[in-house]
């Protein structure tokens, strides 16, 4: 069997294809990193808080979660007791 010989613009359009994924990649792993500092600022900012602010805060953001996101927000070690029931309640 004979390979195929790659022409100019076959290893042109290869190249062109593996910089677009090195860069979704970067996009990706920058992303990640960028969820990560904001989860530890917020968890740094959540312990400064009373804990009336913690419940008001852990209220906005189960408000703003997905149903699924909201279970796993309340299982957080800093969500006050009783911000399910007081999700359950506003809406």
Same mark, same amino acid.
């Given at each position: 069997m004979s390979e195929k010989k790659q022409t100019g613009g076959d290893r042109a359009? +290869? &190249? %062109? =294809? $593996?910089? @677009? +994924?090195? !860069?979704q990649k970067q996009a990706v792993v920058t992303d990640l990193a960028r969820q990560k500092a904001l989860g530890h600022a917020a968890n740094a900012? @959540? !312990?400064t808080l009373s804990e +009336?602010? &913690?419940? &008001?805060? %852990?209220? $906005? %953001? !189960?408000? #703003?979660?997905? #149903?699924?996101n909201a279970k =796993? @927000? #309340?299982?957080?070690?800093?969500?006050?007791?009783?911000?399910?029931?007081?999700h359950e309640r506003a809406v």
């Amino acid at each position: 069997m004979s390979e195929k010989k790659q022409t100019g613009g076959d290893r042109a359009l +290869e &190249r %062109f =294809k $593996q910089s @677009i +994924e090195k !860069e979704q990649k970067q996009a990706v792993v920058t992303d990640l990193a960028r969820q990560k500092a904001l989860g530890h600022a917020a968890n740094a900012w @959540i !312990e400064t808080l009373s804990e +009336e602010g &913690r419940l &008001r805060a %852990f209220l $906005q %953001f !189960e408000e #703003a979660a997905s #149903a699924a996101n909201a279970k =796993k @927000i #309340a299982t957080h070690p800093l969500c006050p007791t009783g911000v399910d029931a007081s999700h359950e309640r506003a809406v």
